[in-house]
């Protein structure tokens, strides 16, 4: 639906200043205003009222759960981008997580030196040369692009939820997860949010700048050439061979 959704997108007319990585800056901007609109009348309340009445000890405890059930993800990509040796210890992490950690609950491998790692497709495509040429802001789920937008079905059906859901307990429990999820979500980026409504003149390109930066700073595992800082539209150019 979503690729789709972007054919049918018509370029904006060729008169009007538009940076060439956001071509359809002007349907971006509504998706961007819609979704913040939701966003502050119904998620942001929500988020705010876990924040003030859940402990904080509590709330990590949510958080780890829900990194574990999304962790398959990591390790797929881990392996996909030719990192090997790292691909083995996020499936250790999640094999240790899953069951001495209680599901995920409680973070056990990070002490015993199996760091938590953060990859996905979108990442795996811009490591093997695949660029992001077009910035997209899609209603509801955020910031993406013409590339990383393919990483949204993969993480869905690599996330554990999913097969729970589907084999295990149902829809009557995987739903209020799946809202209890999103609510963990936008407590963990309350912190960005602020930074974003106190330092940004112009909302939509500072979420699209910083979106385009940490793709990269990502990609190039947080160590990216400094030109590609200076230019956030330009495009990724990953090491022909990734780090392992």
Not at 8 to 13: G, I, L, V, Y
Not at 34 to 55: L, M, N, S
Not at 56 to 68: C, K, L
Not at 168 to 187: E, Y
């Amino acid at each position: 639906m979503l690729s789709a959704g972007c054919t049918t997108m018509q370029p904006p007319d060729k008169s009007m200043n538009t940076d060439p990585i956001d071509p359809y800056e002007n349907i971006n901007r509504k998706s961007y205003t819609f979704t913040d609109v939701i966003d502050r009348k119904i998620v942001a309340p929500v988020a705010d009222v876990y924040i003030d009445y859940v402990p904080n000890r509590m709330q990590r405890i949510i958080g780890n759960f829900y990194d574990n059930l999304a962790y398959p993800n990591v390790i797929l990509n881990s392996f996909l981008q030719g990192k090997v040796r790292q691909g083995f210890q996020d499936t250790l992490r999640f094999a240790v997580n899953s069951t001495i950690g209680m599901a995920g609950f409680f973070d056990m491998a990070g002490p015993m030196g199996l760091p938590q790692h953060d990859e996905d497709f979108g990442q795996t495509l811009g490591v093997w040369g695949v660029d992001a040429k077009t910035y997209l802001f899609i209603p509801l789920l955020g910031p993406s692009s013409n590339r990383d937008v393919s990483g949204i079905p993969v993480s869905i059906f690599t996330n554990g939820l999913f097969y729970v859901g589907i084999y295990v307990i149902g829809a009557p429990v995987t739903v209020p997860l799946s809202i209890l999820g999103v609510v963990d979500k936008r407590a963990r980026l309350s912190g960005p949010m602020r930074i974003r409504d106190e330092a940004a003149v112009e909302p939509y390109l500072f979420v699209r700048d910083a979106y385009l930066q940490q793709r990269k700073h990502l990609i190039y595992d947080g160590n990216p050439p400094r030109e590609a800082y200076e230019d956030p539209g330009m495009h990724d150019q990953p090491p022909a061979t990734p780090a392992r």
